[in-house]
């Protein structure tokens, strides 16, 4: 079963707007990671933040995290054309599972 | 490897025959796992292996799916009596750390299976 559920499940913008994707999430984690796919190919670890982080940053990427609302949020910010791909979230597996949990993924469509 | 390598990159079968999948991870990490993917939807985990040992095998459908590591690094998914419902793409991944914690995993690039 999928833990993690992207809101919106498309999305398209120009180049040079910013991006938000919102991932929320069932049980109780330690860690939430997001993740870009180009092309229903591999799968490309964009950031981790922990469930004692409220924010983080790396490079264009900012991602939030509220385990009160058990929400996470992605923001892209001054996308280009190359930002183009599905993203998803993904989380633990109950009982601290090795195993992540995937959303369904939003994809990600920017405009030159 | 740089990379996690996955061979081949896509694979046709008829139905009924027996498919073997090939997960080459980034050389010392001790845990692989192996995800499917339907179209539109997000990876699921199938198993997962830390070491030569499958850890957690829970994702796997059925008995018709099975997976080693026998020497800890290589891991291979066997799918045998292929079904149409068995296409998708396959994904292996391989971390440092456990549960991908600190730097998440690294995937391969996947095996596109069609079962026709």
């Known amino acids: 079963s999928q833990q993690g559920e992207e809101d919106p499940q498309a999305l398209s913008i120009q180049e040079g707007e910013n991006a938000t994707m919102n991932c929320s999430y069932k049980?109780?984690?330690?860690?939430l990671q997001w993740y870009r796919q180009n092309s229903g190919r591999g799968l490309v670890h964009l950031i981790l933040i922990r469930s004692n982080e409220r924010e983080k940053h790396s490079g264009r990427l900012r991602v939030t995290l509220d385990t009160s609302k058990k929400s996470s949020s992605l923001l892209i910010t001054a996308s280009r054309a190359a930002d183009t791909a599905s993203y998803f979230c993904a989380t633990p597996g109950q009982g601290g599972s090795e195993k992540l949990v995937f959303g369904k993924g939003m994809k990600l469509t920017v405009n030159p | 490897g740089a990379g996690v390598s996955q061979t081949p990159s896509n694979k046709v079968t008829e139905k009924g025959k027996y498919v073997e999948l090939r997960c080459d991870p980034i050389s010392g990490h001790t845990a692989l796992y192996w995800y499917r993917q339907s179209l539109g939807q997000g990876p699921e985990f199938l198993i997962y292996?830390?070491?030569?040992?499958?850890?957690?095998d829970s994702g796997l459908p059925n008995d018709r799916f099975f997976a080693v590591r026998p020497e800890g690094s290589v891991s291979t998914l066997k799918i045998q009596r292929t079904e149409r419902g068995d296409s998708a793409v396959y994904l292996c991944?391989?971390?440092?750390?456990?549960?991908?914690?600190?730097?998440?995993?690294?995937f391969g690039s996947g095996t596109r299976l069609t079962v026709v």
């Open positions: 991944a391989s971390s440092l750390h456990f549960g991908g914690d600190v730097e998440g995993y690294t």
């Open positions: 049980t109780s984690i330690n860690n």
């Open positions: 292996f830390q070491g030569t040992g499958a850890a957690d």
